[in-house]
């Protein structure tokens, strides 16, 4: 948790649980929330285009030049049949686990507040 | 035992099983009813979802498809796979939050108008119907090939179970069949292609199989890789080369349009979306995306492998055949048309793409069609083309060139040679794949009329029980007029599933996610979007499919848009109006931004709501 937000929650006890800045504390604590989601959703949404729409399908032609290693797979063949497939399945996975610890931060930090009397 | 003693045992199992669960998961309110008490586990909810989304036509078609178009099967793969990630990012958990009943609950809610509320219920109706049309025929399929039945009866069969366990269980009900639909499902998809790829490969996990080299004793010669000499096959008879890549009227930019417009439209489709309502949490909503994701990826994996096997067997089992050295499966395939053989008088089957092919299929002819140009054919080949005509001309012109795709799963077995038991095990796979979709569909019918349209907007004073006897009539309802679109499909089905996914992508999936992530967006903006994609994508998938307008090129493209891939453009005009509209309305009020703000908040502001303490409700 930042300094500046153990500064507000100090100056609002002083000021008792009514006052803007108790609101504003709660609501700083949402607005990080969100902002972390929209980051996550982001960056995994641009894997999710890279992997699907640009391997799969933009650059298919490209990458059918190369072989998956190992295997008789020309590469561009393999993304769009097998590996977007695969990809998508971790990128949900990633997701789960990334919001879940996030709420329990999320969760925490307003249980602190509300035994802080701020809620 | 031969493979129809062996369908009856497990159609019959299967069928008292599903019965069974429908009778210990009875239900006596809406909450039930709709949303299944909202007491399902995320894992239960994962592979119910999985069932409800693989249909008739995941199960039976897709592979078939896949087959017979190469890497451009493809975009089946990546459109209803890749959907899965908008839906569990963008739209899952935040749908769930808010915690009503249906889609058309939402939309109405948040743009606190019962206009985009009805334009919603009627695109969930359209929509649900057009695929449901689709699962009966499938069914049908099934029960008269494998059990030898009329269509008709085996429609009629499939309805009365279908009847029994949604009326009574409601969604509670639909969510444990499916359940256990999901097993059958995957099982029988799972084990021939295994026992397939060991034949074919050695190796017997079929992904694996599929990127590596033939059995020399299939093969003829020592290490030549599956795809490589599906190739060479395939350019040997004037086919495309199997893993090429943009091929034909299939360019870049309509491969990338129809991936699109197949993953918005997944993330849109209102029977995906309510089965989100029926978990525990915000929290179960996204696991259980996860799960869902993960056993449809069983199924999604299996199936291009399925496909490149199926397409070797056919080949290889087919050509220069004669009469006597035709396969088995061959002959139990005639008899429903979906492969025919048109000689040209040498004696030997040769199935290629130019224009000495002489494989078919029945498409839309009747038997009486079929008779006379096969006895046109006979004529012609017995005269040495003096009488009669060549009936090879005219299927080609008629489009029937090859057989049909349905035919590659239900039929890869049987070319295998695999056990009796495992072509049977396909037929309650096929049934259960339309069963669990149909019965999820018909749910999403039945929520649209009796609680979007009947309760919130015509009488919603309506009690508990008469809202539960609706539904349940409605439900009734609903199963009869899909019972009748399988007994009688209408010419058109096959390709208005393409409307189905537009129609998602560009009314429902941009309306959503604006609605959640954009507080600014208020109704008039919001209606308009969804009007306007709604209007465009229908007047070009109906002109292109039905008056056969030339496909728009849009004056930058080198080929037209497929009509498959518009509702990607559907998709953007609805964003880019809502958002420009959006400049000039005022924003919402406060009681819609606190619902946002509400919805976006797994914590702090309270649980996920619950439909007894929500204000509506």
């Known amino acids: ?119 | 035992m031969n493979i129809q003693s062996w369908t009856l045992i497990f159609v019959g199992i299967s069928f008292s099983v599903y019965l069974s669960i429908a009778w210990f998961s009875r239900v006596r309110d809406t909450k039930g009813f709709y949303v299944a008490g909202r007491g399902v586990p995320a894992i239960a909810n994962g592979m119910a979802t999985a069932a409800d989304w693989m249909s008739a036509a995941s199960y039976i078609s897709m592979a078939g498809l896949i087959s017979m178009m190469g890497y451009t099967g493809g975009v089946y793969l990546m459109g209803w796979t890749g959907g899965y990630v908008l839906l569990a990012l963008l739209i899952a958990p935040y749908l769930r939050k808010f915690g009503h009943f249906t889609v058309p609950d939402f939309i109405g809610d948040r743009y606190n108008s019962n206009v985009a509320r009805l334009v919603a219920v009627v695109c969930a109706i359209f929509v649900s119907f057009t695929y449901v049309a689709g699962q009966m025929r499938g069914v049908g399929v099934v029960f008269s090939r494998f059990l030898e039945v009329d269509v008709n009866v085996g429609v009629i069969i499939g309805m009365v179970i279908v009847f029994i366990y949604a009326t009574l269980g409601g969604m509670k009900g639909i969510t444990w069949t499916q359940v256990a639909q999901y097993w059958v499902l995957i099982t029988a998809f799972l084990i021939p292609a295994i026992a397939i790829s060991i034949k074919l490969t050695g190796h017997p996990i079929p992904q694996i199989g599929l990127g590596s080299t033939l059995e020399p004793e299939i093969a003829g010669t020592h290490g030549i890789a599956l795809l490589e000499k599906l190739n060479q096959i395939q350019v040997d008879l004037g086919f495309d080369r199997y893993t090429d890549t943009f091929v034909g009227s299939w360019n870049k930019v309509n491969v990338f349009c129809v991936v699109l417009a197949l993953m918005a439209g997944t993330a849109g489709l209102p029977h995906v979306i309510v089965r989100f309502y029926t978990v525990k949490s915000v929290k179960a909503a996204r696991w259980s995306a996860f799960w869902a994701l993960l056993f449809i990826s069983m199924l999604y994996l299996t199936a291009p492998a399925t496909a490149a096997f199926a397409r070797y067997y056919m080949i290889q089992s087919l050509n220069g055949k004669t009469v006597e050295q035709l396969p088995d499966w061959f002959q139990n395939w005639e008899k429903t048309g979906l492969i025919l053989w048109m000689d040209d008088g040498d004696g030997m089957v040769r199935y290629c793409a130019g224009v000495d092919n002489e494989i078919f299929r029945n498409g839309k002819l009747t038997t009486n069609d079929l008779i006379v140009i096969n006895r046109s054919h006979q004529k012609w080949i017995d005269t040495g083309g003096t009488e009669g005509n060549d009936g090879r001309i005219v299927m080609r012109q008629k489009g029937l060139s090859g057989p049909d795709r349905d035919i590659i799963v239900l039929a890869t077995p049987e070319m295998a040679e695999l056990a009796d038991w495992i072509i049977a095990l396909v037929a309650a796979g096929g049934l259960a794949a339309a069963l669990s979709t149909a019965s999820g569909l018909l749910l999403v019918i039945s929520a649209s009329i009796s609680h979007d349209l009947y309760y919130r907007v015509i009488n919603p004073k309506a009690t508990e029980k008469q809202r539960l006897l609706l539904g349940r009539t409605v439900i009734g309802f609903a199963v009869v007029v899909a019972g009748l679109l399988g007994i009688y499909p209408p010419g058109f089905v096959s390709q208005v599933v393409a409307f189905a996914f537009g129609l998602a992508a560009a009314s429902f999936f941009p309306t959503i996610v604006l609605g959640i992530f954009n507080k600014r967006v208020g109704t008039v903006p919001a209606v308009c979007g969804m009007l306007v994609g709604i209007v465009f994508t229908a007047y070009y998938i109906i002109t292109c499919v039905f008056f056969e307008m030339d496909p728009w090129t849009f004056g930058i493209f080198e080929i037209g848009i497929n009509p498959q891939g518009i509702g990607t453009v559907g998709m953007l005009l609805n964003f880019v109006i809502t958002l420009i509209l959006t400049l000039f309305f005022r924003a919402p009020g406060k009681k819609v931004q606190n619902m946002v703000d509400l919805v976006r908040e797994p914590e702090g502001v309270g649980p996920a709501i619950e439909i007894e303490t929500a204000p509506e409700h």
């Not at chain 1, 894997?47 to 990458?63: E, K, N, Q, S």
Request: glycine share 8%.
């Open chain 1, 1 to 119: 948790m930042s300094k500046t937000i153990i500064t507000q929650r100090q100056k609002g006890n002083k000021q008792g649980p009514n006052s803007d800045l108790h609101k504003s504390a709660v609501h700083a604590s949402l607005i990080r929330y969100w902002r972390k989601n929209i980051t996550f959703t982001i960056v995994l949404l641009s894997i999710w285009a890279a992997v699907g729409l640009g391997c799969g399908v933009l650059f298919a032609d490209r990458l059918n030049h190369y072989k998956l290693p190992g295997t008789a797979f020309p590469l561009g063949f393999w993304f769009a049949h097998q590996g977007s497939i695969i990809v998508f399945v971790l990128l949900i996975l990633a997701y789960c686990l990334l919001m879940n610890r996030l709420d329990t931060k999320h969760h925490n930090e307003l249980e602190q507040l509300r035994k802080e009397g701020k809620i």
